[in-house]
């Protein structure tokens, strides 16, 4: 006869697999309208960080909500600021493949089109992550943006291939993408976990006061959430 038990690994992996993929879900129904991609996104991370370091609290449903109430101020805008570059790449890449000119100018074109997408893109894995881990100001949020992603390109480049999966996922399967997107979500986020470890100890020892290293490293980076 099957007893349940709490402390048993494989059901504790079920559950958490489980929790992943309704996440998943509660990601997707509240980013239909896009303009709340910002603050269903960053909620998203905000459960997936504590999810990965396991300090998440009971109730998924309950946090998820609770981190969008928490976060939308500042994640709105930025969301959307993200959504209009990333929109104006996508008309710069369609004018390239449609009317590119020839020579130097289609050159320069194409250049300004591939660095604006890659931004927009090294952008996205990181800047949710960021709003729901630190308390930041805007000036704080391009230098760190910047930081994150020059001093762990390899990390990036990890996170990038994460999130194209995850996306790649939902758009070809649907709402069975969660099934996929839920677990390689939550891989980016251990990696978060560890990248912000790093500069969170330091800010620890220094009574919530310092900084990401990096050039003009007097800019403090913000307040751990």
């Not at 038990?5 to 998943?24: E, G, M, R």
């Not at 220094?206 to 959430?225: I, L, T």
């Amino acid at each position: 006869m099957f007893t349940y038990n709490p402390d048993n690994k494989v059901l504790q992996a079920l559950s958490k697999y489980f929790d992943l993929v309704w996440l998943t879900i509660l990601w997707l129904l509240t980013s239909l309208p896009l303009v709340t991609l910002g603050p269903s996104t960053t909620a998203l991370m905000s459960v997936l960080l504590r999810l990965a370091s396991d300090t998440a609290g009971s109730g998924i449903t309950r946090s998820f909500f609770a981190a969008w109430q928490r976060e939308w101020r500042q994640s709105l805008p930025a969301g959307l600021v993200l959504l209009a570059l990333g929109a104006l790449a996508v008309m710069d890449a369609k004018i390239c493949l449609l009317s590119a000119p020839g020579g130097a100018s289609g050159i320069l074109l194409w250049s300004a089109t591939l660095l604006l997408s890659l931004s927009v893109a090294c952008a996205w894995v990181h800047l949710f992550p960021l709003l729901a881990r630190f308390q930041v100001s805007a000036r704080q949020i391009l230098r760190n943006l910047v930081v994150l992603t020059l001093r762990h390109p390899l990390r990036t480049l990890a996170l990038l291939g994460l999130w194209t999966a995850a996306l790649l996922a939902v758009y070809f399967l649907g709402f069975m993408g969660p099934l996929i997107s839920g677990p390689l979500l939550y891989a980016a986020a251990g990696l978060h976990n560890r990248t912000f470890s790093s500069y969170i100890t330091p800010i620890l020892r220094a009574s919530q006061s310092a900084v990401f290293p990096g050039p003009c490293s007097s800019d403090p980076v913000g307040q751990p959430k």
